[in-house]
């Protein structure tokens, strides 16, 4: 069942409540190997520092693995030496990290999941992530609008399902209209990458009207090699996660990149905030919690900017 639930409300919660025992949470995640992951772990450490001051006899663990190897020998020595009572954890990789969640919740300590779900479910107690079908919807209903009629392009991230539902909802959003989708290749969640694509786009097609980049890093090597090109007055693009070079841009009406679409890497500090209410609060918080992706235009982006964020 998924539960529909305000942030502001289980700080709320929180913020009344008071520790009866000392508690250790680990934060398990990927380092910040690309703009999305960086964000990751600054919103991670931006909650570390905020519930600890907030809540004495409170201890947040942060460890931050460079792939799913590393990541599970960090959750045995989460265990092992931190003694955690609960886990919060990005899984760098779905499957490697299945069976060492699993052990981390045979020693007892509860399970939050984020994002990137484990091949077995039922290991976890909160699973929180993104919408991703909708994150794609809203980039699609975007241009539909905007363009009315004309010729797009699309760059997607690594094969995974997460990005199969991103397309999946881009696709159903444009079904029926008279936007037509010319392309849609990988780019890896990568600028250098996107960068090489689109410049493959600009040899392919001489007629482009709007570009769907499903994540800021790749809008923004898209754009470079549009830019390099001379065709940017021809074009738009849509972008996607939240990067915060993208949402000041689009805040101060920059028409190469006028809308982006919210993946929050701050739904991590959710997670840790509902994980931290579990230990404090007379209410359940168990289940699923799946964050919104609103499209971020000129009218809305100051509420989502975080100008010290890396992403």
């Avoid at 942060?62 to 009572?85: F, G, H, P, R």
């Avoid at 004309?150 to 990005?163: E, F, Q």
Wanted: no cysteine; aromatic share 8%.
């Amino acid at each position: 069942m998924t539960r529909l639930f305000s942030t502001a409300a289980v700080l709320a919660i929180t913020a009344t409540a008071a520790i009866a025992d000392d508690i250790t949470v680990g934060v398990s995640i990927p380092a910040a190997t690309h703009g999305w992951a960086g964000g990751l772990n600054w919103h991670a450490a931006e909650a570390e520092r905020r519930l600890e001051a907030a809540h004495e006899g409170l201890d947040i663990v942060i460890s931050a693995a460079n792939s799913a190897t590393e990541q599970a020998n960090a959750l045995e020595d989460l265990v092992a030496v931190q003694n955690i009572d609960a886990l919060v954890i990005l899984p760098f990789e779905s499957d490697p990290l299945t069976d060492p969640v699993a052990q981390v919740a045979e020693s007892g300590a509860f399970i939050t999941v984020v994002d990137r779900g484990l091949t077995d479910p039922t290991i976890q107690n909160i699973y929180v992530a993104g919408d991703n079908v909708g994150f794609g919807r809203s980039a699609g209903e975007y241009m539909v609008d905007k363009l009315g009629s004309g010729k797009v392009v699309a760059m997607r991230g690594i094969p995974t399902v997460i990005d199969d539902q991103r397309m999946q909802g881009f696709e159903e959003a444009i079904a029926g209209t008279d936007v037509d989708l010319m392309a849609a290749e990988h780019a890896n969640w990568s600028r250098d990458k996107a960068f090489e694509v689109m410049q493959d786009y600009l040899v392919r097609f001489p007629e482009i009207d709007a570009v769907w980049a499903a994540d800021d890093d790749m809008a923004l090597g898209a754009l470079e090699a549009i830019r390099e090109a001379g065709r940017e007055d021809e074009m738009f693009l849509v972008g996607g996660g939240g990067a915060s070079a993208v949402i000041k841009g689009v805040a101060d009406g920059d028409e190469a990149i006028p809308a982006t679409v919210l993946y929050p890497p701050s739904m991590i500090a959710t997670a840790i905030d509902l994980t931290v209410a579990r230990f404090m609060s007379n209410g359940p918080v168990e289940g699923t919690f799946n964050l919104a992706s609103p499209l971020i235009t000129a009218d809305n982006a100051a509420a989502f900017y975080f100008p010290d964020s890396p992403y």
